[in-house]
């Protein structure tokens, strides 16, 4: 089935870093996901982006919808240990109620 | 958002034997939904599980494999059945209500052996 362009695959990074990561479809969405998934736990959902251009923040981390409606990034500033976790981007598109997913970053932090 | 809850939160089957997997939401939503996750892959939608009516599979997701209930707007189960260890994966439900995103239960992480 169809997925999105998720990346990095993985990172690490020293804590303290910033981290940014993006996911691009060959479509348009109208909904954009982030979810953080820690192991052996369902997905979280961090934030959610239903307008082009739209920038969104919740505390350290910042979301935007692509205003060509079809990419989307996550930005975490200052990380620290408890950002570790595989962070996940979604996409909907018109009427379809399913998700389209990506593959997942996979962010590691060294203390 | 609604707290959901997922029964078992593991288990370890044999073979050619059959799981079900319970989903219980705290409120009425309007969708709700089965994933699989095999290791260190992404989220595969299975099916999307309708109130009062047979659930809606995905392509190369089968009821005969998966059959799911949804007897109310609060609850809901998948079976996995004659199992193999190709099988083994987490499985997640997720609700959402009239509009996204949705929201998902903590998992059952199935081995089978």
């Not at chain 2, 299975?46 to 949804?70: C, H, L, M, W």
């Amino acid at each position: 089935g169809q997925q999105l362009n998720q990346s990095p695959q993985s990172m690490f990074i020293q804590e303290g870093e910033d981290v940014s990561m993006n996911c691009t479809s060959s479509s348009i969405f109208n909904t954009w996901l982030w979810y953080k998934q820690d192991p052996g736990e369902g997905p979280v959902l961090l934030i959610a982006l239903y307008k082009a251009g739209e920038l969104t923040s919740n505390g350290r981390l910042t979301a935007q919808f692509g205003i060509t409606r079809k990419d989307s990034f996550l930005n975490i500033s200052a990380s620290i240990p408890s950002d570790v976790g595989i962070y996940f981007c979604a996409g909907q598109s018109g009427n379809n109620r399913k998700l389209i997913w990506g593959l997942g970053t996979s962010l590691a932090v060294n203390p | 958002s609604a707290v959901i809850s997922q029964k078992p939160s593991r288990d370890i089957c044999q073979r050619g034997t059959s799981l079900t997997i319970q989903c219980q939401v705290d409120s009425q939503v309007t969708m709700m939904f089965w994933y699989r996750q095999q290791p260190g892959q992404s989220l595969t939608l299975i099916a999307t599980a309708n109130q009062g009516s047979e659930a809606t599979y995905e392509s190369g997701f089968v009821i005969d494999k998966f059959p799911i209930s949804r007897p109310n707007l609060t609850f809901s189960t998948l079976t996995v059945s004659n199992m193999s260890p190709e099988d083994s994966s987490i499985y997640l439900c997720s609700v959402e209500d009239d509009a996204p995103p949705e929201f998902f239960g903590p998992g059952t992480r199935l081995t089978v052996l």
